[in-house]
């Protein structure tokens, strides 16, 4: 079974949020204590992510110079390198 995170930004309310995705089944699944407690785990860090995710956005669209829609592309290019940061960083 995959179960997949991913940390985002609520487009509508600019909140910090999470997706969970269950690739395999829509039907209830038993996990293992092991299988959980990853999961669990991945949840946690998902969160966090999602927390500084929305903190980097929300500084870059405030403090960085020019238009709206520059802040937003300069932002979005942040956040897409900081996210391949943490990747390579996660322990």
């Known amino acids: ?12 309310d600019g909140k910090p949020k999470i997706n969970i995705t269950w690739r395999e089944s829509s039907h209830p699944t038993t996990l293992q204590v ?13 969160i966090e992510a999602a927390i500084h995710d929305t903190f980097m956005w929300d500084w870059a669209v405030k403090n960085l110079p020019g ?4 802040k937003q592309r300069q932002a979005a290019t942040l956040l897409e390198q900081f996210r391949e940061w943490r990747g390579d960083h996660r322990l």
């Open 1 to 12: 079974m995959q179960i997949l995170t991913e940390s985002i930004i609520g487009f509508r």
């Open 67 to 70: 238009s709206h829609e520059e």
């Open 34 to 46: 092991d299988e959980a407690r990853d999961l669990a785990l991945a949840i946690l860090q998902c």
